[in-house]
């Protein structure tokens, strides 16, 4: 289990005996404020502990997904706008505004772990109107891998989410053309 500060405090009752229990490896300093029972964490622990209201995105939602086999050299995370900026060298910030951030979060485990995401109907959509941000190879084989699983996406959340955007209609055709 990971642990803030004040939760190690609390546990271990002072800083004197959080000190003695790091030294006796009872609890591991992870990094500056976390702490674990494990000596080696997984990042996605950490990234759930020190960042509770982001949600993974963009590549790392796609790699999760299993719509692409390229593993990202980062960690993307989405946060409201006005979010604090994430300063860690591991981590793709990306702002998104606050009438889109809420649509479509959903959970997934990876590698036992039980994390944030964006679901595959909003990770289309943001697919679709990035298209010309994305290198092309790697749009085409994430494409190709939602055609695979067309028939398990759910079409009502689909048009929902496209509300939310100026051009659905556009987001729509080009969906309609490129995927099923």
């Known amino acids: 289990m990971i642990y803030n ?3 190690a405090i609390s546990k271990y009752k002072d ?3 959080l000190d003695k229990a790091i030294k006796n490896e009872k609890i591991f300093k992870i990094e500056a404020g976390l702490y674990s029972d494990e000596e080696f964490v997984n990042y996605l622990l950490i990234i759930n502990k020190k960042y509770p ?3 993974f995105t963009s590549d790392s939602a796609y790699y999760y997904y299993n719509l692409t086999d390229v593993i990202p050299k980062k960690y993307f995370l989405a946060t409201h706008r006005k979010a604090t900026k994430i300063v860690d ?3 793709k910030q990306m702002y998104v505004s606050e009438d889109k951030f809420e649509i479509g979060i959903s959970k997934l485990i990876v ?5 944030k995401i964006y679901d595959k109907e909003k990770m289309l959509i943001e697919l679709v109107k990035n298209s010309d941000k994305i290198p092309f190879d790697y749009y085409k084989e994430i494409i190709n891998n939602y055609r695979n699983i067309s028939d398990k996406l759910d079409m009502n ?3 929902d989410y496209l509300n939310y955007y100026k051009n659905d209609i556009d987001l729509f055709s080009k969906i309609q053309k490129e995927v099923f």
Request: no cysteine; net charge positive; glycine share 4%.
């Open 5 to 7: 500060y004040k939760e």
């Open 15 to 17: 800083n004197y005996q």
């Open 53 to 55: 209201n982001a949600v």
């Open 89 to 91: 060298n591991k981590i």
């Open 111 to 115: 590698n036992g772990i039980e994390i």
């Open 157 to 159: 959340k689909l048009s």
